[in-house]
Antibody, heavy 114, light 107 residues
Framework: QVQLVQSGSELKKPGASVKVSCKASGYTFISYAMNWVRQAPGQGLEWMGWINTNTGNPTYAQGFTGRFVFSLDTSVSTAYLQISSLKAEDTAVYYC???????WGQGTLVTVSS | DIQMTQSPSSLSASVGDRVTITCRASQSISYYLNWYQQKPGKAPKLLISAASSLQSGVPSRFSGSGSGTDFTLTISSLQPEDFATYYCQQSYSTSWTFGLGTKVEIK
């Protein structure tokens, strides 16, 4: 069955970087694009963008350019989200989700605090 | 960008009640509308895709309707496990957008 398994929670200091992984299994990795969605504490779902798993070409939503980078390692069927120069307002749960909309990772909580 | 306006933002209902949540798109999205249920600490779960297609394993008390710009999620008889937050999402564009959510609480 299709599964997206994300890396564990992270606690980071302001200014640091974090890399969240999303390992896919149960399907051909390049069959679906990978989306990233952010959910700040107590807030709704915010689409961050997506990466074409065939070409590796990323597309970023407004507000997620510059410090946010999507990448892939197709050899291990894994997508990555890297956030640099972390700020307190980056504290959120980050989800990966297939372009089919049906399959989501379990979420990774990133906490930014001094 | 396509904006999604969801209402109400919250509602209180009793077990057995019929509940309706609406979602309006800022432009026509045909039937490219999904509904999710999210419980605290969990990832969103896709309930309905393509406006009205019930996902496998989702109880038949959930139904979706609409096309173009106006969509509805209906729970015909609210059950205790249905208390959660519901989101609509358009997939007409590769740039997804979500409604702000509807929190369904116990009256």
């Amino acid at each position: 069955q299709v599964q997206l398994v994300q890396s564990g929670s992270e606690l980071k200091k302001p200014g640091a970087s974090v890399k969240v992984s999303c390992k896919a299994s149960g399907y051909t990795f390049i069959s679906y694009a990978m989306n990233w969605v952010r959910q700040a504490p107590g807030q709704g779902l915010e689409w961050m963008g997506w990466i074409n798993t065939n070409t590796g070409n990323p597309t970023y939503a407004q507000g997620f350019t510059g410090r946010f980078v999507f990448s892939l390692d197709t050899s291990v069927s894994t997508a990555y989200l890297q956030i640099s120069s972390l700020k307190a307002e980056d504290t959120a749960v980050y989800y990966c989700a297939l372009s089919s909309s049906k399959h989501w990772g379990q979420g990774t909580l990133v906490t930014v605090s001094s | 960008d396509i904006q999604m306006t969801q209402s109400p933002s919250s509602l209180s209902a009793s077990v057995g009640d019929r509940v309706t949540i609406t979602c309006r798109a800022s432009q026509s999205i045909s039937y490219y509308l999904n509904w999710y249920q999210q419980k605290p600490g969990k990832a969103p779960k896709l309930l309905i895709s393509a406006a009205s297609s019930l996902q496998s394993g989702v109880p038949s008390r959930f139904s979706g309707s609409g096309s173009g710009t106006d969509f509805t999620l209906t729970i015909s008889s609210l059950q205790p496990e249905d208390f959660a937050t519901y989101y609509c999402q358009q997939s007409y564009s590769t740039s997804w957008t979500f409604g702000l959510g509807t929190k369904v609480e116990i009256k």
